[in-house]
């Protein structure tokens, strides 16, 4: 277990800089297998699920586009070699690789971006290509590509039906709660849905120019993202630019 440590700590010092690897494997739209059988996660975008955890284990599953995203990417990259550029943090908290992922002129991530075959997922402090991932999803949603196909928002009472899907939720902002680790914005008559902000994420939201409840309570907000279940429905927002104030 040691010498696993070490090599990978090893591995990590000479790796901050961009280096190449070969990718062995295409495991979904937005995480590949290295060479080193190290698995790498693509930073700020987030694909449709191809597999769900159950208590049988990992099961496939039909959500939309899963399968397209998976085959563009192994088309992109599987069997080839890969420059790889990583960011503030190089690994998450499930010990796969953080990485920015290039093949020849072709930056994979915003690739995948710009045909609707992913979502940004924007995840401070690792921000170094936001605005450039953030203006090719833009660009994918207003032509209609891939998952923004359907782009209708869904309302704050139907997130409740589409736990683990990505999409966007629109409505007003009706309560706003404030602790030391989080915001939380509730919509909805009855608050059934809710966009968190988390703490670590709090000096991003700075530019707004007032605090985070004065300035969206009362406002009506698109918010898109993959939703879970905490309590209550919710999206996590990372930066103010993925909560769209609807004039």
């Known amino acids: 277990m040691k010498t696993r440590v070490l090599i990978l700590l090893l591995f990590l010092y000479n790796c901050s800089s961009p280096y190449t690897a070969k990718v062995i494997k295409v495991i979904d739209g937005d995480t590949i297998l290295l060479e080193n059988n190290k698995e790498l996660r693509y930073i700020g975008i987030d694909s449709p699920e191809t597999h769900k955890k159950s208590p049988l284990g990992w099961e496939e599953t039909n959500v939309p586009f899963g399968k397209e995203a998976e085959e563009f990417n192994r088309k992109l990259v599987e069997g080839k070699k890969v420059r790889i550029e990583f960011d503030q943090q190089k690994t998450d908290t499930y010990g796969r690789l953080l990485g920015y ?11 995948l971006l710009q045909e609707g075959l992913a979502v940004l ?11 450039e991932l953030f203006k090719a999803q833009k660009e994918a949603r207003q032509q209609k590509k891939g998952i923004w196909q359907d782009s209708e928002s869904i309302s704050p009472l139907d997130a409740q039906k589409f736990i683990g899907a990505i999409k966007s939720v629109k409505g007003k902002v ?26 670590t994420s709090f000096s991003y ?43």
């Open 174 to 199: 009706q309560y706003c709660y404030c602790s030391k680790k989080s915001y939380s914005l509730f919509m909805g008559k009855e608050v059934e849905f809710k966009t968190t902000i988390f703490h």
């Open 101 to 111: 992922v290039f093949i020849g002129e072709t930056f994979v991530n915003k690739k």
């Open 121 to 131: 997922y924007t995840y401070p402090p690792n921000i170094k290509y936001f605005q």
């Open 205 to 247: 939201f700075k530019k707004i120019g007032e605090d985070i409840c004065s300035y969206y309570l009362h406002r009506k907000i698109c918010v898109t993202g993959r939703i879970r279940k905490y309590n209550i429905p919710e999206i996590i927002a990372n930066v103010p630019e993925e909560i769209e104030i609807i004039q």
